[in-house]
């Protein structure tokens, strides 16, 4: 089992910045994949950006450019340092883990970004 712990949400003005990050703990081991989803109300969960083991990268394209994923395998940590806020960017932010057929998610935590 894994599991995750995320941080750094909270309420923030357009155009500032907020760096979440999310730990795993257990059977860390087996996790390849390490990303970011968020889900707005009544909107369907989506990927914002997910890196590898390896430091593969993949970014949704509504966040290219002002969103940037960084991994520590040493911490098995990852994080999301989200600049340029915008109010389309209001969600609840989960952190997920994937090993080969398994997928951890966190709690998630909120981002208000105010207009």
């Known amino acids: 089992q894994v599991q995750l712990v995320e941080s750094g949400g909270g309420l923030v003005q357009a155009g500032g910045s907020l760096r979440l990050s999310c730990a795993a703990s257990?059977?860390?081991?087996?996790?390849?994949?390490m990303g970011w989803y968020r889900e707005a109300p009544g909107k369907q969960r989506e990927l914002v950006a997910v890196i590898t083991s390896g430091g593969r990268i993949h970014y949704a394209n509504s966040v290219k450019g002002r969103f940037t994923i960084s991994r520590d395998n040493a911490k098995n940590t990852v994080y999301l340092q989200m600049n340029s806020l915008k109010p389309e960017d209001t969600a609840v932010y989960y952190c997920a883990a994937d090993s080969r057929v398994r997928r951890y998610w966190g709690q998630g935590t909120q981002v208000t970004v105010s207009s």
């Open positions: 257990g059977s860390t081991f087996s996790i390849n994949d």
